[in-house]
Every structure is written in C-alpha cells, then in structure tokens.
C-alpha cells in the first residue's frame, strides 16, 4: 500500500480491531478509536512538512487499472477506462491536514459519548475515511465515492447518537445532501459520457484544449458547459450549504453530538468549498465568471441572513450554526471576487473556520456535559466557576468575530479585500454582517461567562453547587489547546497556509485570464 493510500484507509484497521473488542470495554473501545486516527495525522504532518521543505506533492501520486467501462476498438487505450487514483497539491493537502488534526480531537473529545460506544467510534472512523478519501481523490468516481461514504456515516452518526429530535435531524440532512449528491452525479455521468474519463487532469486537458490531437471527445457546447457548471454549483449549494438550501444544517449542529458536529462544521461543509473551487474554476473558468455575481450575492445573502438570526437566538448551539450559515457566505463572496486575492481569502475563510467551529462546538459539548442545557438564559457566571473554560469561550468567539491576530481575520480581509476590488458596493454591505458578528458572538459568550444565572442546573442526578461544576479536563483542555494554538498561528503567520496555496492559485488564475 502506497503513502497515500496508507493515509486515507489507516482508519480502517481501528475498525478492525473494534469489531473484535466486546461493547462493554468502553476504555479499550475509546482507546482504539482515538489511537487509529493518529496515523493518518502523522502522515499528513509528514507531508505537510516535506511540502514546506521543497518536495513535489505529485510523486505521492498513484493509480491502479480498475474497470473499463467500454471497449470498442476505435477507442484509445485510456478512453472510458476508471482507475483507482490518488493524488494530492498544495490545496487538497491543507484540507487533509485539517481532516486529520480534527479527526484526531474530535475521538479524544468523544470521551463524553457513553451510549453505544463501540459503533459510534466505528462509523466515526468510516467518516474520517471519506473525508480524506474526498481530498486525496484524482478522479470524480472515487471523489463521488468517499463523499457518499461520509453521507452514510454522518446520517447514522446523527440519527442513533444524536439529540431528541436527531431522527428528523438526520433524514433532512440524508435529504438534502441526498439531492446534491444526485445533481452531482447526473454532472459527473454527462462529463464522463462526453470525454471518456474521470480523471480530473485529463478532464481539465480536454475540456480547455478540446481538439488536441489522441484525445476522444464529443465536444461540448457553450450552453452545455454553462449548464454543468450551473448543476455542480447547485449541488455543492446544497451542502455548503447556502440559503435558502440551509434548514438542514440548523437541525444537525443542534441535536448531532459535539464530537460529530466538530467533524461537520468543520470539515464537511468545506468539500462544498473545496469543490466549487476545484471542479467550478478549475474545469469551467470562463463559464464561472458568468455566475460570479450571483455568488457573490448569495455570499452577502448568507453573511447578513445568518449574522441577523444568529443575533436573535437564546441557544448557544444555534448562535453556532447561523454562525456557520454566514461564514461560509465568505467563502461565497470570495469565489465570487473571481480574483487572486478573493479566490485565496475564501480558502483562508474554510481553513479558519473549520478551526474556530471545531473549538466553539468542542467547548458546546462541555456546556452539555456539565449543566445539561446550552441555553445562554439558563447559565451565567460561569467565569466564576470554570475561569479555563471561559477563556477558551471568549478566544472562540474573538476569532468568530475576526479579532486580527486570529485566523478568521485572515480569511474575512482577504475575501472581502477582493471583493471590493470588483464589486464596492456589494462588498460594503456584505461588511455590516461582520458588525453582527461582533454582536452576537460578544452577546452569547458575555452572558454565558458573565451574566446573571436564571435557573442553571446540573445534570440530572448531579447536585453539586455551581463552584462545585468541573472546569476543562484534559481531554477537554488539550483539544481546547491544540485549535487555539492553530488558529493564532495561522492568524499571526498566515504564510503557513498561502506557501502551500501559491501553484495552485498560480493555474487558478492562468484559467481564469490573469
């Protein structure tokens, strides 16, 4: 088994050994769990760092003969003919790095998850594999195979581990995911029928040299680029999500469990990112500039949407997803900037964000754990009684609201930086939903911290006073740590990122004019 291969299916050998353990052995089960998301961690530091020492992603590269789906004999050898293959560029390997430092939190995090454990940290290793089987793909086959694997994991990760209402949490995340799962896939056959393959360097060959000699293709239309796009575009709407497509993300961050919505928030909703960018400009640049208006609209419509209702809400866990719902509007405005400094702010904006929604929904879980309630007018003065826990609150919504030296400054600037460069106006707008996020992020931690309590409680069957509660435990306070450390390294060093991203917004712009 090759680098990348090891990487992406290590986690199946924690699977493997799970099956063994009886259910009753939860601190082996936790163990296990956690130990077999180390693996893919170090490797993708590894890579990381030979990366930053000057060494070429492509020789990581790799690919298999699989099935050929047609054999006539005026067809080359390479035409309609999938092959297993993984690669990785700077872009795909900060998503991978992601997906595995929050993999690695979200198992130790999971310590608070009682019911079933054996299960869950089963289905939470097979959604770790698809996270990273999605970026290490080099084909859409394989890139639509691991997505529907995280499809799968998370509607059972939500449905039986989930809240009160987590059954109808999951069937509407399975529903709209399942929609854009499909538009995908109607996208993926028509592109795999018109040019005889998957992979997604000879699709970009084909599609921007179409009449290159050797090359099988049945030329595609104006029109009909227009409407693929249109059709990748929607699909990845769905599950970045964008409004009005974005009900079933309120749902999910509420009832899943912290540790999953960690993985969600801050993993799940940038493959929509991640696509736009990587199938929206990459395969279709000149096709992308005729919707980069209306992206950018919807951005400022999710930034103001989500900001507004995240002002108005009493639960901390929905302050949270609106939240999310108006952040990703950055990565939106970004794409839709269509420039260098736009196109680089909204891959800042998903890497930031994934960071501060994993650290936010990490110390959400805490709340749950020790008072039963994450009501913001149910708990106050919690400064008093758990004072690590409050700092860490207070450092997750400074970076929500983008407080320079953090990374979600980084990643708002730049996106709106290029924004303004093509569209003032609109972008001055968009800005006022940066003003509500001050707001309501300052709102709901200074009243969780600081406020009056109005009924707070424990847990059932815990009668302990409120001094009594117990602050961050390790395995509460190193995770807490790690994200914190990251996101003011990546807020005071962003060129940790932008080295990595330099080729790969080096072709962006080529295909794009400029």
Same mark, same amino acid.
């Not at 990381?48 to 990581?60: D, M, N, T």
């Not at 509607?155 to 929609?179: C, H």
């Not at 992979?199 to 599609?207: C, G, S, V």
């Not at 699909?235 to 993300?249: C, G, Q």
């Given at each position: 088994?090759?680098?990348?291969?090891?990487?992406?299916?290590?986690?199946?050998?924690?699977?493997?050994?799970?099956?063994?353990?009886?259910?009753?052995?939860?601190?082996?089960?936790?163990?296990?769990?956690?130990?077999?998301?180390?693996?893919?961690?170090?490797?993708?530091?590894?890579?990381?760092?030979?990366?930053?020492?000057?060494?070429?992603?492509?020789?990581?590269?790799?690919?298999?003969?699989?099935?050929?789906?047609?054999?006539?004999?005026?067809?080359?050898?390479?035409?309609?003919?999938?092959?297993?293959?993984?690669?990785?560029?700077?872009?795909?390997?900060?998503?991978?790095?992601?997906?595995?430092?929050?993999?690695?939190?979200?198992?130790?995090?999971?310590?608070?998850?009682?019911?079933?454990?054996?299960?869950?940290?089963?289905?939470?290793?097979?959604?770790?594999?698809?996270?990273?089987?999605?970026?290490?793909?080099?084909?859409?086959?394989?890139?639509?195979?691991?997505?529907?694997?995280?499809?799968?994991?998370?509607?059972?990760?939500?449905?039986?581990?989930?809240?009160?209402?987590?059954?109808?949490?999951?069937?509407?995340?399975?529903?709209?995911?399942?929609?854009?799962?499909?538009?995908?896939?109607?996208?993926?056959?028509?592109?795999?029928?018109?040019?005889?393959?998957?992979?997604?360097?000879?699709?970009?060959?084909?599609?921007?040299?179409?009449? @290159?000699?050797? #090359?099988? *293709? %049945?030329?595609?239309?104006?029109? +009909?680029?227009?409407? !693929? =796009?249109? &059709?990748? $575009?929607?699909?990845?709407?769905?599950?970045?999500?964008?409004?009005?497509?974005?009900?079933?993300?309120?749902?999910?961050?509420?009832?899943?469990?912290?540790?999953?919505?960690?993985?969600?928030?801050?993993?799940?909703?940038?493959?929509?990112?991640?696509?736009?960018?990587?199938?929206?400009?990459?395969?279709?640049?000149?096709?992308?500039?005729?919707?980069?208006?209306?992206?950018?609209?919807?951005?400022?419509?999710?930034?103001?949407?989500?900001?507004?209702?995240?002002?108005?809400?009493?639960?901390?866990?929905?302050?949270?997803?609106?939240?999310?719902?108006?952040?990703?509007?950055?990565?939106?405005?970004?794409?839709?900037?269509?420039?260098?400094?736009?196109?680089?702010? @909204?891959?800042? #904006?998903? *890497? %930031?964000?994934?960071?501060?929604? +994993?650290?936010?929904? !990490? =110390?959400? &879980?805490? $709340?749950?754990?020790?008072?039963?309630?994450?009501?913001?007018?149910?708990?106050?003065?919690?400064?008093?009684?758990?004072?690590?826990?409050?700092?860490?609150?207070?450092?997750?919504?400074?970076?929500?609201?983008?407080?320079?030296?953090?990374?979600?400054?980084?990643?708002?600037?730049?996106?709106?930086?290029?924004?303004?460069?093509?569209?003032?106006?609109?972008?001055?707008?968009?800005?006022?939903?940066?003003?509500?996020?001050?707001?309501?992020?300052?709102?709901?931690?200074?009243?969780?911290?600081?406020?009056?309590?109005?009924?707070?409680?424990?847990?059932?069957?815990?009668?302990?006073?409120?001094?009594?509660?117990?602050?961050?435990?390790?395995?509460?306070?190193?995770? @807490?740590?790690?994200?914190?450390?990251?996101?003011?390294?990546?807020?005071?060093?962003?060129? !940790? =990122?932008? &080295?990595? $991203?330099?080729?790969?917004?080096?072709?962006?712009?080529?295909?794009?004019?400029?």
């Amino acid at each position: 088994m090759t680098f990348l291969s090891l990487l992406v299916f290590s986690p199946l050998l924690g699977i493997g050994l799970l099956a063994w353990v009886r259910k009753t052995e939860t601190n082996m089960i936790q163990w296990i769990g956690t130990a077999a998301t180390v693996p893919p961690l170090l490797l993708s530091l590894f890579a990381f760092i030979e990366s930053v020492r000057g060494f070429p992603l492509e020789r990581l590269d790799e690919a298999h003969h699989w099935v050929r789906l047609a054999d006539f004999p005026f067809l080359t050898d390479a035409a309609y003919v999938i092959r297993y293959e993984l690669g990785i560029d700077g872009l795909s390997l900060l998503f991978i790095v992601l997906t595995a430092v929050l993999g690695t939190l979200a198992a130790v995090a999971s310590l608070l998850v009682n019911e079933e454990k054996k299960g869950y940290f089963m289905w939470l290793l097979a959604l770790e594999v698809g996270m990273l089987g999605v970026f290490a793909a080099a084909n859409f086959i394989w890139f639509f195979f691991f997505l529907e694997v995280t499809l799968v994991a998370m509607f059972l990760l939500v449905g039986k581990w989930g809240g009160f209402e987590r059954e109808r949490a999951a069937y509407s995340y399975l529903l709209y995911n399942g929609l854009g799962s499909a538009l995908l896939l109607v996208v993926i056959a028509v592109l795999v029928a018109r040019t005889g393959t998957a992979n997604f360097a000879l699709l970009d060959d084909m599609l921007h040299h179409p009449v @290159a000699e050797g #090359q099988l *293709i %049945a030329p595609l239309t104006s029109e +009909a680029r227009h409407w !693929l =796009l249109g &059709g990748l $575009l929607l699909a990845f709407a769905f599950k970045l999500p964008a409004v009005p497509l974005h009900r079933w993300l309120i749902r999910v961050h509420v009832e899943a469990p912290p540790p999953v919505v960690m993985l969600h928030a801050g993993v799940l909703l940038k493959i929509a990112a991640y696509g736009m960018i990587r199938f929206g400009i990459g395969l279709f640049p000149d096709e992308f500039r005729a919707f980069a208006g209306v992206i950018a609209a919807l951005g400022v419509v999710n930034i103001l949407y989500g900001a507004l209702l995240a002002l108005r809400q009493h639960e901390l866990k929905h302050v949270l997803a609106y939240s999310s719902v108006s952040h990703m509007g950055v990565v939106l405005v970004g794409l839709g900037a269509l420039n260098e400094a736009g196109i680089q702010g @909204a891959i800042f #904006q998903s *890497i %930031a964000h994934g960071l501060i929604a +994993a650290l936010s929904f !990490l =110390l959400v &879980g805490v $709340l749950a754990d020790r008072w039963g309630t994450t009501d913001i007018r149910r708990l106050g003065g919690l400064a008093a009684s758990m004072p690590v826990f409050s700092g860490y609150l207070l450092t997750a919504a400074l970076a929500l609201l983008g407080l320079p030296g953090l990374a979600g400054f980084v990643g708002e600037f730049t996106a709106f930086l290029g924004l303004f460069a093509k569209k003032p106006i609109l972008a001055a707008v968009g800005a006022l939903g940066l003003i509500f996020a001050a707001a309501y992020s300052l709102k709901a931690v200074l009243n969780v911290t600081f406020g009056r309590a109005r009924g707070s409680q424990p847990p059932a069957g815990q009668s302990e006073p409120r001094e009594a509660v117990a602050d961050l435990r390790m395995n509460e306070a190193v995770p @807490a740590f790690i994200l914190v450390a990251l996101i003011v390294a990546v807020g005071v060093y962003p060129q !940790l =990122l932008a &080295g990595q $991203l330099a080729a790969a917004l080096e072709t962006m712009m080529n295909g794009l004019g400029g």
